[in-house]
């Protein structure tokens, strides 16, 4: 037993995440609105962490802190979540755990009060994988979870970001995608590495503002928007999510780290510095290895992130340094 | 426009489909419907490869064979496609572009004839790579594609095997799974390289009989159903999807290739009877390369394929050699 407790101090945890990348200008920003956001982020990751601390593992803290994340209206994801072009919510989340590959993923939930709940559900107590819409729903009910009216996600200023867009979409086409391209990132994910050496990954959003069509990003997608894998890395994407799925961009990290043999940095690094950037698309990730290492790359103006690291250093950033 | 004409002749083309992988044992189907499955694998196949013979695109040669699968009933896609818990087919799509990158998927649709065309038609009329449940629809409305009742792709086969898998449920809970497991293969896909050197892949799927809460399987993700790149490969798959999307199996063959300097066929066979294997997952792909090498590796008893080689030689299989 005193092996065990031996080994588990010295099994190093680390955790991390992130509430989306974009166009997060210094001085764009209130002093007031900023520090709301450095706040929650930092509730949120020490909650993550915590669970760490005590033992817990990755996925709790991974849910535990996207739940913080879902529940506060700054986010795009939950509560806050942008607002699809009929002025619906409609949400996407996924979780995998890296220790099995197992993995949970739930698109088009319109009643869920936290996705990323219902994601590791979907894991945890269905043979599937990927559920979406009507259906979902319907498998969250019988399991009990919380079940809010969708106007519990809409924000007023959610709302006001939509008639802008529209606006601007009615005026001149151009300028709508303008408009949606600064308005469309937020998701919010986490990565974890418990002390039994598991590491897990999640990623909950509301998507696009304005969105038509049923559109699903890259959130729910396992490979573009999450993975987890104890023998290379967890991963939460954030961004253009077309661009992470056609690039299969959170697992592409894994690929080159395992084939290629390259380090975390230099993975997620040339993921999204070289490949992602190359294509034309946005974002960033978090990502984590197993002996703890941390890396944050994004192409965007800024991504409000934080981490915890094997040293039990808590930092939270919002701008590229 | 001689050069033209010569390089044109020199860059081989290459084709091959799916029409499912499973539990298909020699013996076990009578020797008229083998044959109903031989002439229409291979009269897809024909279709396709005269495609690419005709100096038309890797894509509408994927497109031409799919449709031609999907408006079979002998195939688990459009026309045929299994059906759900509640007596109704759900379909699946995704299609995508190996040389821009560019991607297409659909998933839970009801009411279009070919979910491959509306797949390809996200892909170039859309700013999106994925359109879910009604959404989807209404976009396949707006662009004018042929709807149909959801009556069209129920037959009286489907209806029976849904009656006998709802009836082993309600007898004993794991009769179920049993029957499940040897009904839900059945995915159609096909691979093609077209004489400007251009790869492409698609799939399309009704997904799992039975299946409940809007399950989504892997045909419509990207990177795990369908993967094409002209750097390394152009894949489809067809088995148990949950294994496939954990997995990343798609562009897990394409990373190998890329980043440890794999064969087509050591990558497609080090991830089907390698990675998949192991994860206890089970079916196969279809996979082609620039140069036209195709592999076909798959774990279960049987998989309706075909293929046409850079030499033009047109072969049709189902059992295991």
Do not use: W
Request: aromatic residues 6%; glycine residues 12%; contains cysteine.
């Amino acid at each position: 037993m005193q092996d065990v407790r031996a080994q588990q101090q010295e099994q190093p945890i680390a955790f991390a995440i992130h509430g989306g990348a974009g166009t997060i200008v210094r001085g764009s920003m209130s002093a007031e609105l900023e520090q709301e956001y450095r706040a929650k982020l930092t509730e949120a990751l020490q909650a993550g962490y915590g669970v760490l601390q005590r033992n817990g593992s990755s996925l709790d803290a991974v849910e535990t802190a996207i739940r913080i994340l879902e529940d506060s209206p700054l986010f795009n994801a939950g509560k806050g979540a942008v607002l699809t072009n009929k002025g619906t919510a409609e949400l996407d989340a996924s979780i995998m755990d890296g220790r099995t590959r197992a993995a949970g993923a739930v698109a088009r939930v319109t009643t869920v009060k936290n996705p990323i709940t219902l994601a590791r559900l979907v894991m945890e107590e269905s043979p599937h994988v990927m559920l979406a819409g009507d259906g979902a729903e319907q498998f969250a009910v019988e399991h009990g979870l919380e079940i809010v009216p969708n106007e519990y996600f809409q924000t007023e200023q959610r709302r006001a970001q939509l008639r802008r867009i529209q606006e601007a979409e009615q005026q001149k086409s151009s300028g709508a995608n303008e408009a949606g391209i600064s308005s469309k990132f937020g998701t919010v994910g986490a990565v974890a590495l418990d002390r039994m050496g598991n590491l897990a990954a999640g990623t909950s959003t509301g998507g696009m503002t304005n969105k038509r069509f049923g559109r699903v990003g890259d959130s729910p997608i396992i490979g573009a928007g999450t993975y987890a894998d104890n023998e290379t890395c967890a991963v939460s994407s954030t961004g253009h999510g077309e661009y992470f799925i056609r690039g299969v961009v959170a697992y592409d990290i894994a690929a080159r780290m395992r084939y290629a043999g390259l380090s975390l940095a230099e993975a997620s690094n040339a993921v999204i510095h070289g490949r992602l950037t190359e294509m034309g698309g946005t974002g960033g990730v978090i990502a984590l290895d197993r002996k703890g290492n941390i890396a944050m790359p994004f192409n965007t103006e800024g991504m409000y992130r934080g981490y915890v690291d094997t040293k039990g250093n808590v930092v939270v950033e919002i701008y590229r340094e």
